[in-house]
């Protein structure tokens, strides 16, 4: 078969079909969406959504978790993906490299689960519960306060500072939570409180 293409035809089909591929590459086609929307479904087949942020540094940037396994019917629900919320206003969806390695830190071997201590003069840390752990913070923080509370400066003004513990806070919470944590740890009268985006 024989066919004649003239100069001005070849430069208008090939004009048109750039066009087209580059209207595709920048997303205004929906070859994108329907490639998309075809492979999520299948990734993430029958898991469950949780929203969440990330624990990394103060961008405090929203994380979607997608879990399988059935809690209702017994099962242990185990994190499969991890990916950038959209819907949040703070990150839209990106991760920067650290929270797109979020999965790799809930997997990993040796990630503290559960509470330990160290005994005075022991070489290993020795598993507790919450309570006890907790309960000892307590104790300790306020033997602590009982023994160094400053009540008064030399002026004899009333200070009520506490200035041999310090609080580390978490800088990748709400608004509200940093406000009540902020509070509480005030009221105590501790002077020293800083939280991990500075560190």
């Given at each position: 078969?024989?066919?004649e293409?003239?100069?001005r ?10 066009a ?33 942020t ?9 994380i979607?978790l ?5 809690l ?23 991760l920067c ?48 306060r ?16 506490w ?19 902020y ?17």
């Amino acid at each position: 078969m024989n066919m004649e293409l003239s100069r001005r035809g070849f430069l208008a089909g090939a004009g048109a079909g750039v066009a087209g591929t580059t209207l595709g590459a920048f997303g205004f086609g929906d070859v994108e969406a329907a490639h998309a929307a075809s492979i999520r479904p299948f990734k993430l087949a029958n898991t469950a959504e949780a929203r969440n942020t990330c624990t990394y540094c103060s961008v405090a940037c929203g994380i979607i978790l997608y879990s399988k396994g059935d809690l209702k019917k017994g099962e242990k629900a185990e994190i499969i993906h991890i990916e950038g919320d959209a819907d949040h206003p703070t990150n839209r969806g990106t991760l920067c490299p650290k929270g797109s390695a979020l999965l790799d830190v809930v997997h990993s071997k040796t990630r503290t689960l559960y509470p330990q201590i160290r005994k005075a003069g022991s070489d290993k840390f020795e598993r507790v519960s919450w309570e006890q752990a907790l309960d000892r913070i307590a104790r300790l923080m306020k033997d602590d306060r009982d023994r160094n509370l400053v009540l008064k400066n030399a002026d004899g003004v009333t200070v009520n500072r506490w200035t041999t513990t310090g609080f580390l806070a978490a800088s990748a919470t709400t608004n509200e939570t940093a406000w009540a944590t902020y509070k509480v740890v005030r009221s105590t009268g501790m002077v020293v409180f800083d939280n991990q985006a500075r560190v």
